[in-house]
């Protein structure tokens, strides 16, 4: 890392001349798969990194927006994060255990727990996934397709959850399978509030309630087609799908329609999770309870982790139904653990909603005065830019295309200036970010500095941009 302090990191190095990764990034797109993701948009060979700052192969330094898909809470390489691993890695404990109890494992469950709502800390089980978000996800399926014996599920337009759908169909164990309930494709889908692209055409709270209430109706309908349903799936803001939070009351009512229809509802956290919306969990915001949450990302303090955690009740899976050989990775466990306690020692949820709300509030000014910014939205430290088409007509509600283009340049010219950003949503036209929750105010304001000066440049040099 250069001699100039993280919290100023800038660019450095001339972008125009040949640099140290470039033999690296030739190799990578010669030998690695078509299916590779970040790395193409991101043309960035990271050698070090503390904080929020990247130092790539070539020198040069980038304020890191994209934190690792949302993983990185205290951004990278943490001294509190370091300092756990190290002290697993001293301590002589095995690194492979299965899913075999140790100290590091108990000290995870007890720091996890601490944190969950009290009813699901009091009366809820655990269980260690494999490493993978996806895996967790497959896990909450599996679990209420037992535990209710239904084999349908319900999930929303918008909606990510991981890549993983297809393994369990596709495995020949027939006792395996019989989890499935033959269910591989069962899932409806239902309108989730996004209140710049309302299904509807009317958008705020009565956009939200007329998508409850097609949700309670379609599920009240004998001949609405459902399959009877194991659980209902949902973020309480979606990441990939464009970072669009639910209102609270619509997630209250979700709360009460499943409870009423004696559907499990399980809330995936993988991204939410661990102080990034402003409250240490997505949610404590509108108070529900889930009865089972999908944990990853964060909660592994930068090294793969991934768990449910649920009520007790619905605990009727047999010994071995979703087995693993990562499940019990004991450096993730402990910069897990440290990465839960620094966060809610130092209540980094409320740094969070402070900081994201400032974001918020300064980059609505900026889309005062950039009508290719359709909309920007989130909660706490999960931000999103909707880029449109500013030139095009409006729908009736008011909605400008999506621009897919324009966001690729906007992350494309922020990348020139030191930052990395990630695009998700629709057509892959919203800007995201998802800084560390330890950003600084200075940081931030480079970010937004940054980040304006790259919607600027990516807008001027849009086809049909003024001269
Ligand atoms: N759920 C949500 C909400 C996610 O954002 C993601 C990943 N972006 C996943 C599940 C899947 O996690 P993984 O990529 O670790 O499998």
């Keep these: 890392m250069s001699s100039a302090p993280e919290h100023l990191a800038a660019p450095v190095g001339d972008r125009d001349e040949p640099t140290a990764g470039e033999g690296i990034l030739r190799r990578q797109a010669q030998r ?64 492979h255990v299965l899913d075999l109890a140790t100290p590091v494992k108990d000290a995870f469950t007890t720091a996890l727990f601490e944190t969950l709502p009290s009813a699901l800390a009091e009366h809820g089980r655990i269980q260690f996934c494999g490493p993978a978000g996806t895996d967790a996800v497959e896990a909450a399926i599996k679990l209420t397709r037992t535990a209710t014996g239904r084999g349908g599920l319900l999930a929303f337009s918008g909606a990510y959850h991981g890549m993983t759908a297809a393994a369990l169909a596709a495995t020949g164990d027939t006792a395996a399978r019989a989890a499935l309930h033959g269910a591989e494709a069962q899932v409806t889908r239902l309108p989730f509030p996004y209140d710049y692209r309302c299904p509807f055409g009317i958008g705020g709270e009565r956009g939200a309630e007329l998508a ?16 009877p349903p194991a659980g209902m799936l949902l973020e309480a803001v979606q990441g990939e799908g464009g970072v669009i939070p639910a209102p609270d009351g619509w997630l209250r009512r979700m709360r009460t329609i499943t409870a009423d229809r004696d559907i499990p509802l399980i809330v995936d956290e993988v991204q939410t999770g661990v102080g990034r919306t402003g409250t240490f969990w997505a949610v404590e915001r509108s108070g529900i309870v889930p009865d089972v949450m999908v944990l990853s ?32 990775n004991q450096l993730a466990m402990a910069a897990g653990a440290a990465t839960l306690r620094f966060v809610r020692g130092n209540a980094l949820h409320e740094r969070a909603e402070t900081i994201g709300s400032r974001m918020l509030g300064l980059l609505r000014g900026l889309a005062a005065h950039h009508p290719c910014i359709g909309d920007v939205r989130g909660r706490g430290l999960m931000i999103g830019v909707e880029m449109v088409d500013a030139g095009a007509e409006a729908d009736d509600h008011g909605a400008l295309p999506a621009a897919p283009h324009l966001a690729a340049r906007v992350q494309r010219e922020a990348l020139h200036r030191g930052l990395i950003v990630e695009l998700g949503g629709r057509y892959g036209s919203v800007v995201r970010l998802l800084p560390p929750l330890t950003i600084t105010d200075e940081q931030a304001e480079a970010v937004l500095e940054r980040l304006a000066a790259a919607i600027e440049a990516a807008d001027a040099a849009a086809p049909g941009a003024a001269a």
């Design 297 to 328: 990302k964060a909660i592994g303090g930068s090294l793969p982790l991934a768990v449910i955690v649920y009520r007790e009740e619905l605990d009727g899976w047999l010994p071995g139904a979703h087995a693993g050989t990562f499940r019990g």
């Design 212 to 227: 409850a209430r097609w949700t309670a109706h379609l599920l009240d309908d004998p001949k609405g087609g459902v399959q």
């Design 32 to 95: 690695e798969s078509a299916a590779r993701t970040y790395a193409r948009s991101l043309p960035v060979v990271p050698v070090r990194a503390r904080g929020m700052t990247v130092e790539g192969a070539d020198g040069r330094r980038y304020l890191d927006c994209l934190s690792g898909a949302g993983t990185l809470a205290l951004g990278h390489n943490h001294p509190v994060v370091l300092e756990a691993i190290r002290g697993v890695l001293d301590s002589g404990a095995p690194l």
